[in-house]
């Protein structure tokens, strides 16, 4: 196994096809199909699915690419250091539940990096799939929370999964609400309080959704439910239908506007929000970085 082969995987994956992966590369197709099949067969798996449409992963190569591409950061870091290579494209992607301060932390990281070139992905997504995200490779870091409710599922997806989850803090649930509900200027909510308005929340999958629930008390009876899958949609209805979601309380005014208002809700519970790593990598100095910008915004 070769850098270059590594090199040729990334490509391949990036462009769909063997044709379009070569002419990128400057080398032609059965040379690269050849290089191909050769990791392939050395490696004993499959890394691609050939079909008519072109070049798909298959569940071992998506779990390859990551390495792969760790490998290959982590030898450009080196080439830069000792042999004077100039920078290449930075990459670095995060997938998290929505929560406005990891948006900010990671607006921060693009201001301290705002001469470089680079490929930075934020996925705000389902928590089974940010999961699978960093297990696979594809984000070094995830984020979501623990509570009381969900821990022992979590933990142990996480086990599953090579993945561990690091602290950043601590909250009391809160209620968002439209700054024009009728409960907009209540010191703290109640749950009979909120029984006639709509509960949003976001959409997740099928598997044990109750635990892998980005809100709390997801297994709560409520008469009105909306589910979206981003938050804008989430947001607009808060507004527009008087809705409400549970949350951490941490809300961005600079980036979320002034119509969203966040009061604590009376109940025996709380959140735990951490950030996930793999446990058979070691995080780029991207990662460390957006770590600290992480808990820049948390720290109070």
């Known amino acids: 196994m070769t850098l270059q082969q ?9 462009k769909g096809t063997l044709s379009e992966a070569a002419k990128s590369l400057f080398i032609t197709q059965p040379s690269l199909s050849e290089a191909l099949n050769s990791l392939e067969g050395e490696l004993g798996i499959t890394i691609f699915r050939r079909n008519n449409k072109g070049m798909t992963l298959t569940q071992e190569g998506e779990e390859f690419l990551g390495y792969a591409r760790q490998v290959l950061e982590q030898t450009e870091l080196i080439e830069e250091k000792y042999m004077n290579k100039k920078p290449g494209k930075r990459e670095f992607a995060v997938s998290c539940q929505h929560y406005s301060f990891a948006v900010e932390a990671f607006v921060d990281l693009l201001n301290n990096h705002k001469e470089d070139e ?3 992905h934020l996925r705000e997504t389902q928590t089974f799939a940010l999961i699978q995200d960093v297990s696979k490779l594809r984000s070094e870091i995830g984020i979501l929370y623990l509570n009381k409710f969900n821990e022992t599922i979590i933990q142990r997806t996480l086990k599953e999964n090579n993945l561990s989850f690091h602290p950043l803090f601590k909250a009391t649930p809160h209620v968002f609400l439209g700054s024009h509900s009728p409960l907009a200027n209540k010191k703290k909510i109640t749950l009979e309080d909120l029984a006639p308005y709509p ?3 976001y959409e997740q999958t099928d598997r ?3 635990y892998f629930s980005e809100e709390i008390l997801s297994t709560r009876d409520v008469k009105k439910d909306l589910v979206v899958t981003d938050r804008a949609t989430l947001f607009n209805l808060l507004i527009g239908m008087d809705g409400y979601t549970f949350s951490t309380g941490v809300i961005s005014e600079e980036l979320n506007g002034p119509n969203i208002v966040s009061i604590p809700l009376d109940v025996d519970d709380y959140m735990l929000i951490g950030y996930l790593t793999h446990d058979k990598t070691t995080l780029s100095p991207l990662a460390k970085e957006y770590i600290e910008c992480l808990k820049a915004h948390t720290e109070n």
């Open 6 to 14: 590594l090199r040729y995987v990334v490509m391949i994956a990036a």
């Open 118 to 120: 680079y490929e930075f």
């Open 199 to 201: 509960r949003l929340s």
């Open 208 to 210: 044990n959704s109750f």
